[in-house]
């Protein structure tokens, strides 16, 4: 299968104290059509690996390490040509489609954004792309001139993914896009990012706290803790026979709505005790 | 409607709750139009247990707690703490009803004065109820930070020197110190790390069991709902659509609307 990412050794610091890593030895592989996903706590690192992936990362810090991305070193490539590849072959979503759109334009004016950027669509060519990318999430054609203050949460995370996929990317990156959202849309995302990846063959970075949403989506798993990953394999083997004393206690802490388990918090003096951090 | 007025086990109950709200509506928004975010709700909480009122954006659910607690005027319908209406209270009688109804609010971050210490914090509300001289109200402070996990020493710190998950034991303390006999939890969970969720959920199970306290616990999240609750309200639209136990309603939800918010819990295969 065709590797679409590959980012080995990634570290990241702070620049006014490169000795204080945020991020230590981050390595992971992507494939087209496959779902990563990167699970932690808050400060775990997760949003910090793929905000350097994307080239965003703020200028308080910085990386090292490889970022191939279709044989390409991200890392070596300037603004300009990062702008290039970020929003056209790396497609991105983020957590709260209330702050992420922009309240004063039409969400077709924002879907088409990128496709004029990018693509150089203009008239018509482009008011059909429009439509049939905002079909393609769910929403009526009709909706192309809405702002969005006139849609629901889970139609403008829709937007968002219209947006994220016009370019058709090989790469895309969601950082708990469904974090904000009612279980029952919640659920209507998951499985519209889940057809769109099939259908477009996209390698998909997907980042949450959430094991619920990495059972329906993931096809492997990176466990992050303090900045380092701690466990990475196939979904099936990291939910259900975790190695690591840290993902162990993690997935002791997941209620579950059979309700059959005692939930058991994290001991983290027990785990610095072992060989953890 | 069945009358539970005789019911001592009922501590908090709602009886065909009325909430509305106006809207602008027409051209330019000079018409006005009712939203009934409460449309004729009863609940009531058993002493002792904790009820999980759920249901997503929009459905009234925290707009119940705000009545319950008295905290927003409503159209109709009555609130009884301990077979009492609390609409018949005077201001006065309603302040001291208040210690025994405390909250604990979803934001760790928003509903913490930042400008006070977590020692006035938690010791505010005995100060308004006038218990205790000052040398027993910083006691009951610092004994209560240390039942929920933190140092008698914290009194001092402010609320941004410490975590999400530890700015929730400061508002858990905060609504406990008054020792009362209903908390409503809204939403507690929902802004904490899984890991972080798990010690908060089992705190607000210890201390339920030690305090003898009788939760009224509004989420949308339906997990969580299984490892706290006894009993559960569904709530849609401003109205309750399905109650029972948690057991009987997960193993057999009755309503549509129910089986698809069960259905929609991730994780499921």
Redesign the interface.
């Not at chain 1, 009612?182 to 659920?187: E, G, H, I, N, R």
């Not at chain 1, 939930?263 to 994290?266: A, D, E, R």
């Not at chain 2, 698809?260 to 295969?269: E, F, S």
């Given at each position: 299968m065709a590797q679409i990412l590959n980012v080995e050794a990634l570290n990241i610091s702070l620049k006014s104290d490169p000795t204080r890593f945020l991020v230590r030895d981050v390595s992971l592989q992507l494939s087209a059509g496959k779902t990563t996903c990167i699970v932690g706590?808050?400060g775990s690192g997760k949003s910090l690996t793929a905000l350097t992936i994307m080239g965003l990362l703020s200028e308080q810090l910085i990386s090292t390490g490889k970022v191939a991305f279709n044989g390409v070193n991200l890392t070596e490539l300037n603004n300009q040509e990062m702008q290039a590849v970020r929003g056209a072959e790396i497609g991105m979503i983020f957590q709260e489609p209330m702050t992420s759109l922009n309240p004063v334009l039409t969400i077709g004016y924002q879907v088409g954004e990128a496709l004029t950027a990018h693509l150089g669509l203009k008239g018509m060519a482009l008011k059909h792309r429009v439509e049939s990318l905002l079909a393609s999430v769910g929403i009526p054609a009709g909706r192309a001139n809405s702002y969005p203050d006139e849609l629901s949460?889970g139609q403008r995370q829709r937007v968002m993914v219209a947006m994220s996929i016009a370019c058709e990317p090989s790469l895309l990156i969601a950082d708990e896009p469904t974090t904000a959202l009612?279980?029952?849309?919640?659920?209507q995302i998951?499985a519209l990012l889940r057809a769109l990846k099939d259908e477009m063959q996209m390698a998909m970075l997907f980042i949450t706290?959430?094991?619920?949403?990495?059972?329906?989506i993931a096809d492997d798993v990176i466990v992050m803790f303090r900045g380092e990953v701690v466990e990475a394999g196939p979904k099936k083997q990291v939910l259900e026979k975790p190695q690591h004393p840290y993902t162990k206690?993690?997935l002791?802490?997941?209620?579950?709505?059979?309700?059959k388990k005692t939930?058991?918090?994290?001991d983290y003096a027990w785990l610095e005790q072992g060989e953890v951090a | 409607m069945q009358d539970n007025r005789q019911d001592a086990s009922i501590i908090l109950e709602a009886r065909n709750l009325v909430k509305e709200y106006t809207q602008r509506s027409g051209s330019f928004g000079f018409g006005q139009s009712k939203v009934k975010a409460l449309d004729g709700v009863s609940v009531s909480l058993k002493k002792g247990s904790t009820l999980a009122v759920v249901g997503?954006?929009g459905s009234g659910k925290s707009t119940l707690a705000r009545c319950l607690l008295q905290l927003q005027a409503f159209e109709s319908g009555e609130v009884l703490f301990n077979g009492q209406s609390l609409s018949t209270l005077d201001s006065k009688q309603l302040r001291q009803m208040r210690k025994n109804l405390q909250m604990v609010f979803q934001d760790p971050f928003a509903s913490l004065n930042p400008r006070m210490r977590v020692g006035e914090i938690v010791g505010e509300g005995l100060l308004v109820h006038g218990l205790g001289n000052q040398q027993a109200r910083q006691e009951k402070v610092q004994q209560m930070l240390e039942r929920v996990g933190l140092q008698a020493g914290d009194v001092k710190k402010y609320p941004h020197q410490f975590s999400?998950g530890q700015r929730q034991r400061i508002g858990i303390a905060r609504a406990l110190v008054l020792e009362p006999e209903v908390v409503v939890c809204d939403e507690p969970v929902s802004a904490l790390?899984?890991?972080?969720?798990?010690?908060i959920?089992?705190l607000l199970k210890e201390l339920q069991q030690e305090m003898q306290l009788s939760y009224l616990f509004i989420t949308?999240?339906?997990?969580?709902v299984?490892?706290i609750a006894d009993d559960i309200v569904v709530m849609n639209k401003g109205q309750v659509v399905e109650r029972g136990t948690?057991d009987a309603v997960?193993q057999s939800p009755q309503e549509a609307y129910t089986q698809?918010?069960?259905?929609?819990?991730?994780?499921?295969?």
């Open positions: 706590e808050s949460g009612d279980v029952t849309v919640q659920a998951l706290h959430d094991f619920g949403v990495v059972t329906d206690a993690l002791a802490c997941v209620p579950d709505a059979a309700g939930l058991k918090p994290i | 997503e954006s999400g790390d899984v890991s972080v969720q798990a010690q959920l089992l949308h999240d339906l997990r969580v299984r490892h948690v997960y698809a918010l069960l259905k929609a819990i991730p994780g499921q295969g």
